[in-house]
């Protein structure tokens, strides 16, 4: 890699350490393949080069928990159609209970083209989310909440399709889990330990937690210019089936609660270097939250810094 992209990398670790966070607060699919953000409409280029992506975010939680992740996003063309996207996400979580870090879950997909003329390009995405643990990160032999784990422990089927024009991203997909993860999480674990009852109890039970089903939509509007441009959207994801969980007596449950709308507001933007490279930054706040998450995926404030390099 050349000096000058070093010399940049180096200077944006420096700037995250001190300021930036993170993107979408869903279990992940909203930011792969056809529901990425700031996709760009372009005749130009037949091809979409090989790229890099480089991201660095942090976020805010409903509770103490941060989150700050590490992600390079690798894109390759497998032919004119069809491109291969992978995520290889380093987590870390600092919070009243406990700080813990590894790698999160790989995400995986496929892209293919299914209609392209001059006003606008339709794309077709298939892909999984693949855990890297259980879920099942502990403290002082205590299990920890969802908020505090870097993996999600399941293994995820993802789909999307979206349609770009030179003003418009409208993208919409779905992500379905097929099996309950390995967390222990009870507020009885956590009897006797040094936390208040009253704020264990802020954390939603979650043992062998097996998340529903999430639908989203991506609807955004661009602004591009030689070099810079500015997108604002809105992100809804919808939990269409209950979270179900299993209590201390080995009974499996189905909180009231863990349906419903997730919405956030998304700003970015971005400036090209050159043909070759350049940097995005998205903020998101959320504007709607669901009522109960066993998950851990809620955010009050996210945003991202990311640095492409295409090849």
Not at 51 to 77: I, K, Q
Not at 121 to 135: E, Q, R, Y
Not at 257 to 270: E, K, P, V, Y
Request: proline share 4%; glycine share 8%.
């Amino acid at each position: 890699m050349h000096r000058p992209v070093l010399s940049l990398l180096l200077f944006f670790l420096v700037v995250i350490h001190t300021a930036f966070s993170q993107g979408c607060s869903d279990a992940g699919f909203c930011t792969m393949g056809a529901m990425k953000p700031d996709q760009p409409f372009n005749k130009k280029i037949e091809l979409r080069l090989r790229s890099m992506e480089l991201s660095f975010y942090r976020g805010t939680t409903t509770l103490t928990p941060v989150v700050y992740v590490a992600t390079a996003d690798l894109n390759f063309s497998l032919n004119a159609k069809t491109s291969l996207q992978v995520k290889l996400p380093y987590q870390a979580v600092t919070g009243t209970l406990a700080e813990t870090s590894g790698l999160g879950d790989i995400s995986l997909c496929v892209t293919r083209a299914i209609h392209s003329n001059e006003k606008f390009d339709v794309n077709l995405s298939l892909g999984s989310k693949i855990p890297t643990n259980n879920s099942d990160k502990d403290i002082d032999g205590r299990p920890l909440p969802m908020y505090y784990q870097t993996s999600l422990g399941t293994y995820d089927l993802i789909a999307g399709i979206s349609l770009i024009t030179r003003r418009w991203l409208i993208a919409t997909g779905i992500q379905h889990p097929f099996n309950e993860n390995g967390n222990e999480f009870l507020w009885s674990a956590w009897e006797g330990g040094p936390n208040s009852v009253a704020y264990i109890q802020k954390y939603a039970n979650a043992k062998h937690l097996k998340r529903g089903t999430d639908v989203m939509l991506r609807v955004e509007r661009n602004f591009r210019f030689s070099r810079l441009n500015f997108t604002l959207g809105l992100l809804p994801i919808y939990r269409i089936t209950k979270d179900e969980i299993q209590l201390g007596n080995g009974e499996r449950v189905k909180p009231d609660g863990t349906t419903g709308l997730a919405l956030s507001g998304i700003l970015t933007t971005g400036y090209n270097f050159n043909v070759r490279s350049g940097v995005k930054l998205l903020l998101g706040h959320k504007i709607v939250q669901r009522d109960f998450n066993p998950d851990g995926l809620t955010r009050e404030f996210v945003s991202s810094l990311s640095y492409v390099y295409r090849f």
